[in-house]
């Protein structure tokens, strides 16, 4: 037979035990401070002149505090404005260095070709002026002038500034920005079709070209832009302008406006004037021969090395970076459409 515990002994425990709180709250809502300044309040009782000017002189004092701490935040640092300062002076400066060696390197440049024009005057040296003028067309050293098509693209306007990652794999605002691999498909849909100079913002691209995202700025050549981008390509206006927008190029900008609210305008014109590329002399490097070894077996000879399974060293040779080029257009650049 099972003993039963009766509520009264000693084991009993209220069913509701666990829910204390829950029965304080139903029983009891209001707090018993303000249950007690209401009784008081009720009797008449009112609050004392000292209370009064305590709690006066309490407010007082934490809105004086309060307001001398946002002072004291927003009070410009003497350190950080000289920092400021002293940066800002020396890219003033840094920039008038880079203009005037510019200049020197333009004037120098002038005297180079005409130092070149003079030495290949004459019957021989006129075939070799106009291959040289030729070579220096296709590799865009010289600036050139002809219709073609001016794309212009920029943010949407409801981008906003990125935080430096992919802005296409979320979904917030800043999807509208355009990016690298945006300049990079425009530019080389005007390269298959069939333009024979481009130019980004000015910067003239050729085979070593490159454009790339550091940041929060777009990068030619390790130069970076500043919206609007402006593309500018010299060519055939009217096919170069079908041949695009029938190209993937025109699929992909015209994506670009429908899905993220890119700013792109095609604009045809009959004058553009594109500048040369300027950029560092190209060096060529070629491949050479290794010398002849000596079978792996053989001992004595100088220069033989036998690796340990018996098999002749492989010859290691210097790849060559001479890019290819085609005669009659500018060769595309690096980059990889997206």
């Known amino acids: 037979m099972t003993d039963v515990v009766g509520e009264t002994g000693p084991a009993a425990r209220p069913l509701d035990a666990s829910m204390t709180l829950l029965r304080e709250v139903m029983e009891r809502p209001l707090d018993p401070g303000y249950a007690t300044a209401a009784a008081r309040r009720a009797d008449g009782v009112r609050p004392t002149l000292r209370g009064l000017v305590l709690t006066l002189l309490l407010a007082l004092v934490c809105g004086a505090l309060a307001t001398r701490s946002i002072v004291e935040l927003r009070r410009p640092q003497p350190g950080a404005d000289q920092a400021r300062a002293a940066l800002q002076a020396q890219v003033r400066q840094r920039t008038a260095a880079l203009d005037s060696q510019q200049q020197q390197l333009d004037r120098l440049r002038a005297e180079v070709t005409t130092l070149r024009a003079r030495a290949l005057t004459g019957p021989s040296g006129a075939h070799l002026a106009e291959e040289t003028s030729l070579l220096e067309l296709l590799a865009g050293e010289t600036p050139v002038t002809g219709p073609g098509l001016r794309i212009t693209m920029a943010d949407a306007p409801s981008a906003s500034a990125g935080s430096g990652t992919d802005p296409r794999q979320g979904t917030t605002a800043d999807q509208g920005r355009v990016l690298d691999r945006d300049l990079q498909a425009v530019v080389n849909g005007l390269w298959a079709a069939g333009a024979e100079a481009v130019s980004v913002n000015g910067q003239r691209l050729t085979a070593r070209s490159a454009i790339r995202y550091a940041g929060q700025a777009i990068l030619v050549d390790f130069r970076p832009l500043v919206p609007p981008y402006v593309v500018q390509?010299?060519?055939?206006?009217?096919?170069?302008?079908?041949?695009?927008?029938?190209?993937?190029?025109?699929?992909?900008?015209?994506?670009?406006?429908?899905?993220?609210?890119?700013?792109?305008?095609?604009?045809?014109?009959?004058?553009?004037?594109?500048?040369?590329?300027?950029?560092?002399?190209?060096?060529?490097?070629?491949?050479?021969?290794?010398?002849?070894?000596?079978?792996?077996?053989?001992?004595?000879?100088?220069?033989?090395?036998?690796?340990?399974?018996?098999?002749p060293p492989v010859p290691s040779t210097t790849p060559s970076t001479v890019p290819s080029q085609r005669a009659g257009t500018v060769p595309p650049t690096s980059e990889v459409s997206p």
């Not at 927008?245 to 670009?256: P, R, T, V």
């Open 233 to 311: 390509a010299v060519g055939d206006g009217a096919g170069l302008q079908t041949l695009f927008a029938a190209g993937a190029a025109g699929a992909y900008l015209q994506a670009l406006r429908d899905n993220y609210g890119v700013q792109a305008a095609i604009v045809p014109s009959t004058n553009l004037e594109l500048p040369g590329a300027g950029g560092s002399p190209t060096q060529f490097v070629y491949a050479h021969a290794a010398a002849p070894t000596a079978p792996a077996g053989a001992s004595g000879s100088p220069g033989a090395s036998a690796s340990p399974s018996g098999s």
